[in-house]
């Protein structure tokens, strides 16, 4: 019953916001507390078309032959799916109940921009594009924000190393 009303939830506050306070919505959520000078942030250091990229979503994007994300625990999936580069777009599947994907799921780039950026690739925008991107669920509260800062991202963030990746492009949900 609570994936019916996650979904119709997010389908109303999508259609009919002002109906919503949102500031009010986040004085529930607990912030996190990061120490000055830990966030890993690097600059560009080399023109974007020598560049080559990734793409990271919390848009709940997996691949139809992977597992879905969790929508049964309260405090959502802290764990991520590789989607390989060359993944056909009728290849990709969303599940993630928090927000309204009725124009993803038409077409994935509205979260997922791997098309647009082949493209930019193809314009020499870019240099190249990793072998992998990857995608996480958004809505991740509880214990699960500790599993995501001490395990999930830092593991994605080494495979995107690993990958020699200089730019990583962050898509929300």
């Given at each position: 019953m609570s994936r019916i009303k996650n979904k119709l939830l997010a389908s109303i506050i999508t259609r009919f916001p002002g109906l919503f306070d949102v500031d009010k919505m986040m004085d529930k959520v607990e912030p996190v507390s990061i120490e000055e000078g830990t966030i890993p942030w690097t600059r560009v250091t080399k023109?974007?078309?020598?560049?080559?990229?990734?793409?990271?979503t919390t848009s709940g994007v997996h691949l139809k032959s992977q597992a879905p994300f969790d929508m049964v625990d309260p405090d959502g999936d802290p764990t991520y799916r590789v989607l390989p580069v060359?993944?056909?777009?009728?290849?990709?599947?969303?599940?993630?109940?928090?927000?309204?994907?009725?124009?993803?799921?038409?077409?994935?780039?509205?979260?997922?921009?791997?098309?647009?950026?082949?493209?930019?690739?193809?314009?020499?925008l870019l240099g190249s594009l990793a072998p992998a991107n990857y995608s996480c669920m958004g809505h991740i509260t509880g214990e699960h924000v500790e599993t995501l800062m001490r395990d999930t991202a830092p593991d994605i963030a080494k495979r995107l190393v690993a990958d020699g990746v200089d730019v990583v492009v962050l898509t929300p949900g």
């Open positions: 023109p974007l078309s020598e560049s080559k990229a990734a793409l990271v060359d993944t056909s777009l009728d290849e990709y599947k969303i599940t993630h109940d928090y927000y309204d994907h009725t124009d993803a799921g038409k077409d994935i780039n509205v979260v997922f921009p791997v098309t647009r950026m082949e493209e930019f690739v193809d314009h020499g």
